[in-house]
């Protein structure tokens, strides 16, 4: 009787188990897989990191936003209907529209923008430098004239760059009274907006629950049109695997983040039930050489090694075909863009140019990456394509804490890395990559080259267009023929998508500059 | 030596064990040529962020004042704040910490049970087909590595059949009352039966694969001291005196056979509560072990610390309580 009892019960439990199954998406409803491990802040003031950045965009409106048009990033209007700008390109006056409401029904006002601003310079968190460095802002900069009117007075960047930090992150507009209400020890309402919000974009935030699951939900004040996905759960799968299984099961619409292979097999198989999704990435990926490491203070060696390289075999084998031959600092569609691919493996040419240099037999150096399976297979490939003009190679994987200690110290002899665009205007990546007094990459490589640094500085204040791009592209042949970057490609970023969504490559193009969930529908 | 005294003595070995983990950690990850500001701003960061930043969060400071400004929060109960979520770490060991516990308590469950009885039956069974089976079970849990296992059985029960789960604590569409963190525990309070049932599945998966070693290692050990035990003279006395089989090892041969396994399940246990990094990737599990091993490769260093102290003080409290049983059962272990 009691052995009867207990096999009822456990028949029981497995009847309930088996009943309580996964429901099915609704339409109004967007599920996307990712490891969510990179989400630290929902805080527009702090958050700096690619993928929570297109989210935070979606719960924030700026007073500018950019839309890709023509391939182009094109700043337009959001909270600002209007702009101007001052004969001397310094200050600018933007006029807010009326009507907009925070998602708890506040007007938006210029004293918000005002206060969100200054809130941004004074927390002086990880994007704090666009505004203080980049636009050349102080706390006393951003004036509210009026409640629509206010004003920002900059160094006198060109306005392409001032546009574009504006409609970044950073310049996301809080509503001042609710944060303020969330202060604790004037923090500025930090420690609430990491996991809270308080903006006048579509979404809002509703919940997050580390590494479980992140929902947004639509703001029935926003003012724009109300989105057809009014429910969006981020789901965190840190497994690629696990992401890719569950798109092809329908359990989610996207999956983010999935492997180069998998991708290649939705590009390849087409099954109809899934489909791929890609997008020129917004970062670049190179090796750099230290200038003033032995051999490479010799420019013939740094060109040997980019006559060395097999730019083709990196991008159709090892990222499967998803990148672009580009070997130069612009990415495709920066203002000033235009192709210049010199390189291409030439292992005599190579051989000479070392020979020329006082190294015909060679000589050893230590090639540093980190972790990342790409990057590794990377540098086995220069690693090997090296050892044909004589060059030993070391591979060194480092954890990412300890191999920026080192390079931002000028520590390492070469590497294997990449460069994400922190705003979409050749400025952003002109002086990384080409200007040593900014102490970003062309200082890590030890590349002291004063004629780039005045280049790049020039085309960072020069208003005539015309004139800047040619700057630009000055800049680029130069750079080619002396630094120490050999740019291996620009990544095309991708996604596993649902059959039945749609818009998704209007929402993504120009991820994560241009990142619009409103325009997705099922 | 009394109970009293006894368990008196370990607990301040265990004081002084935490201790000394506290500080080998400090001085390890504050030595290591690695600079975690960098790592948290990213490689796009500006030399002045990466020092503003530094500068903020008192890494410019000489190690020893940070280690006294670290010892001086840990006395008043502050584990400080993690560089990358930029919460008080002991907010973060909370949130993480009743799924970790909740799967570890399932896995060594399930460990135990399988455990025993594969290895008492393996005993009793000597050298027959149960015996075998047990072995190779054993071995197979042993030696087959956890990730590759745990995406099979994601690819053969998600995936093809569609009987489990992938992943994580319960559906995305379930939204439970959070009472204690731990999910099966609130859904009863609270009485959401379809939160329970639905845990419950979510559970299966990485229980088992979580469990498995454990219930390898466990009836391996079970198998040989159960063998000992049913060698021992009391033993053939027993049957002598005509006892049947079944009394005779369920009776007189288990509970000294388990003398041994305790230990193990112990140190299992304490393992398990460590958290499982693989599986809790796999499985998209929010416990402890997956922040700890980010900790480690952002260099989060009070996060490191702090999990580290939390690590050490579950280890020792169950191995505590491992010690208490035993010097319980046999008074010899308290000399």
Not at chain 1, 93 to 105: C, D, E, I, Q
Not at chain 1, 150 to 163: E, F, K, Q, R, S
Not at chain 1, 383 to 395: E, H, P, T
Request: charged share 20%; proline share 4%.
């Amino acid at each position: 009787m009691k052995k009867k009892g207990m096999g009822l019960a456990c028949l029981f439990l497995l009847v309930a188990i088996s009943f309580v199954a996964a429901g099915n998406i609704p339409k109004d409803t967007l599920v996307m897989a990712m490891n969510t491990e990179i989400f630290k802040t929902f805080d527009p003031g702090v958050c700096f990191e690619v993928e929570p950045s297109a989210f935070v965009k979606n719960i924030y409106a700026n007073l500018v936003t950019l839309n890709v048009v023509n391939g182009a990033f094109t700043p337009v209007a959001d909270l600002a209907e209007k702009w101007e700008q001052s004969q001397d390109g310094k200050v600018w006056t933007f006029y807010l529209r009326k009507g907009a409401k925070f998602a708890n029904g506040d007007t938006v006002k210029a004293s918000d923008v005002e206060y969100s601003y200054r809130r941004a310079i004074r927390l002086k968190k990880s994007p704090a430098w666009l505004f203080t460095d980049t636009l050349g802002l102080t706390e006393e900069s951003i004036k509210a004239v009026n409640d629509t009117t206010v004003t920002i007075t900059t160094n006198g960047a060109p306005a392409n760059v001032v546009l574009s930090v504006l409609a970044a992150n950073i310049g996301g507009v809080l509503c001042e009274k609710e944060v303020k209400a969330h202060e604790t020890n004037g923090d500025m309402g930090m420690a609430w907006l990491t996991d809270h919000s308080a903006g006048a974009g579509p979404y809002v935030l509703k919940e997050w629950k580390r590494k479980t699951q992140i929902v947004l939900t639509e703001n029935k004040n926003y003012y724009g049109n109300q989105p057809a996905i009014k429910t969006i759960l981020l789901r965190d799968m840190p497994e690629a695997s696990d992401r890719y299984l569950a798109l092809k099961k329908g359990d989610v619409d996207v999956a983010y983040q999935i492997t180069v292979e998998a991708a290649a097999e939705l590009r390849d198989k087409k099954d109809g039930s899934v489909s791929l999704f890609t997008n020129p990435g917004q970062s670049l990926e190179y090796v750099a050489m230290n200038a003033s490491w032995g051999p490479f203070k010799d420019v013939r060696v740094r060109q040997a090694v980019k006559y060395a390289i097999d730019y083709d075999a990196i991008i159709n084998k090892v990222r499967e075909g998803f990148a672009i031959k580009n070997q130069q600092f612009l990415a495709i569609g920066y203002f000033g863009y235009k192709e210049s691919n010199p390189f291409t493996r030439d292992v005599a040419k190579a051989k000479k140019l070392l020979a020329d240099a006082g190294y015909p037999n060679g000589f050893e150096v230590e090639i540093v990456t980190n972790e990342s399976e790409i990057r590794r297979a990377e540098a086995v490939v220069v690693q090997s394509n090296l050892a044909d003009i004589g060059i030993k190679s070391n591979i060194v994987i480092m954890q990412a804490a300890q191999m920026y200690d080192k390079y931002r110290n000028q520590g390492l002899q070469m590497i294997v890395a990449g460069w994400g665009i922190d705003y979409p205007d050749a400025d952003a990546l002109a002086k990384p990559f080409a200007d040593y007094t900014v102490k970003q990459l062309a200082w890590r490589n030890a590349w002291l080259d004063d004629k780039a640094a005045a280049m790049t500085a020039a085309a960072g204040k020069e208003i005539n267009e015309q004139k800047r791009a040619q700057i630009y592209r000055d800049l680029v042949k130069y750079w080619q023929d002396n630094g120490p970057f050999a740019m291996l490609y620009q990544p095309i970023d991708f996604w596993g998508i649902g059959k039945d969504l749609k818009g998704f490559d209007k929402a993504y193009e120009g991820y994560n500059v241009h990142c619009d969930f409103t325009l997705i529908s099922k | 030596m009394e109970l009293g005294s006894f368990i008196i003595k370990r607990l301040s070995l265990m004081v002084l064990v935490i201790f000394g983990v506290l500080i080998i950690v400090f001085i390890v990850t504050r030595i290591i040529p690695a600079d975690p500001v960098g790592a948290i701003l990213g490689g796009n960061a500006p030399p002045e962020a990466v020092d503003a930043m530094r500068h903020q969060l008192g890494l410019d400071k000489p190690i020893f004042a940070q280690l006294v400004d670290y010892l001086g929060g840990i006395f008043r109960g502050n584990l400080g704040n993690s560089l990358v979520s930029s919460r008080p770490v002991i907010t973060d060991i909370l949130e993480y910490l009743p799924a970790t516990i909740e799967l570890a308590i399932s896995s060594i469950i399930f460990a135990v049970v399988l455990g025993v009885t594969l290895g008492l039956l393996s005993a009793v069974f000597r050298n027959r087909f149960i015996d075998h089976f047990s072995r190779v079970f054993s071995i197979l849990g042993i030696s087959l590595p956890g990730f590759w296992l745990g995406l099979i059985m994601i690819l053969i029960f998600y995936y093809k059949l569609g009987w489990l789960p992938s992943g994580g604590q319960y559906d995305m569409f379930v939204f439970p009352t959070r009472t204690t963190g731990l999910v099966l525990l609130d859904a009863m309070i609270n009485g959401e039966w379809n939160v329970f049932f639905n845990g419950i599945k979510h559970l299966i998966l990485p229980t088992f694969i979580l469990g498995y070693s454990s219930t390898a290692s466990i009836a391996r050990i079970m198998r040989a001291s159960m063998l000992d035990v049913l060698h021992q003279n009391y033993i053939r006395t027993a049957r002598a005196k005509g006892l049947p089989k079944k009394v005779v090892i369920l009776r007189h041969a288990l509970k000294n056979a388990l003398i041994p396994v305790i230990t193990i399940v112990g140190l299992e246990f304490g393992g398990l509560l460590s958290g499982a990094v693989l599986t809790e990737t796999i499985f998209s599990w929010p416990g402890l072990g997956r922040y700890i091993v980010n900790s480690l490769l952002t260099l989060d260093y009070p996060a490191i610390s702090g999990g580290t102290i939390f690590i050490a003080l579950m280890y020792s409290v169950v191995n505590l309580a491992v010690d208490i049983l035993y010097a319980a059962v046999d008074p010899r272990m308290r000399a």
